[in-house]
């Protein structure tokens, strides 16, 4: 299977190249990424639990799906992608806030990512994909936020940083 590319950007968000993406984590290079954070109507949000074959962060709770975009895909476009491949549906997608964070792993990655918040709707049941997910939860936001301040170790990196800058954003 070849490897995907990440896109390259500086920090106003240009592309200055592409990279193979465990290569763009080794380097702990920025490039440009998304995150999806998906609703219900009692103002809940979709977690996944990460699959346990996952090369990093397996096991952990993160928000509803978050991955790249390709080369010439919008950032809508790829969360629409993604959404389907991971959680087995789509919902029509918005842009919300983005920024820049660095989330280090103990293998040695980096995340460091230029990141676009997408928020979509859904009330129903998400069709998992088992190789990339194992489980899946709704939560009010303010009971993550304290979920996560009580057992850190049970979420990914980069969502207890993308979740706070997020929670922040929401409160405004």
Known sequence: MKEELVILVNEQDEQIGLMPKM??????LLHRAFSVFVFNDKDELLLQQRA??????????TNTCCSHQRAGESSVEAGTRRLKEEMGFTTDLRESISFIYKAPFDNGLTEHEYDHILIGTYNDDPDINKEEVAAWKWMKP??????????????????????DKFYQHLQQ
């Open 52 to 61: 346990l074959s996952k090369y990093h962060s397996p096991g952990l709770w």
């Open 23 to 28: 290569e763009a984590h080794e380097k702990a």
């Open 142 to 163: 303010e009971d993550v936020k304290e979920d996560i301040a009580n057992h850190p170790e049970q979420y990914t990196e980069w969502f207890k940083i993308i979740f």
